[in-house]
Nanobody
Framework: QVRLVETGGGTVQAGESLRLTCAGT????????MGWYRQAPGKEREFVAG????????KYGSSVEGRFSVSRESAWNRVYLQMNQLRPEDTAVYYC????????????????WGQGTQVIVSS
């Protein structure tokens, strides 16, 4: 049973930074594409960022590209999301996900989700 646990959420002001961490247990996730989704109140879930097992392929959602950076330590089953230049519209619950699949212009979440961590950005 794969379990994902996110940490690092909080409340910040616009322009500040946060770093989210996702730690996975249960089995090795070295071969899985891992990443992050987010969901704001009243909005659909949105792909934020993903990274493949070797770290050679990385994708970002268009709303965060250039401001957010995803990385991972596969040996430790961990994936990180560095969020810079945060904006009020980044306010959401951020979810770690494992087993993401993707193509040129699409992404699909995997079966494994964390419980989510809240990020609030005040103006």
């Amino acid at each position: 049973q794969v379990r994902l646990v996110e940490t690092g959420g909080g409340t910040v002001q616009a322009g500040e930074s946060l770093r989210l961490t996702c730690a996975g247990t249960g089995r090795t996730l070295s071969w899985d594409v891992m990443g992050w989704y987010r969901q704001a109140p009243g909005k659909e879930r949105e792909f934020v960022a993903g990274i493949d097992g070797g770290g050679g392929t990385i994708k970002y959602g268009s709303s965060v590209e250039g401001r957010f950076s995803v990385s991972r330590e596969s040996a430790w089953n961990r994936v990180y999301l560095q969020m810079n230049q945060l904006r009020p519209e980044d306010t959401a619950v951020y979810y770690c996900n494992a087993g993401i699949s993707w193509g040129t212009d699409w992404t699909r979440p995997g079966d494994f989700w964390g419980q989510g961590t809240q990020v609030i950005v005040s103006s």
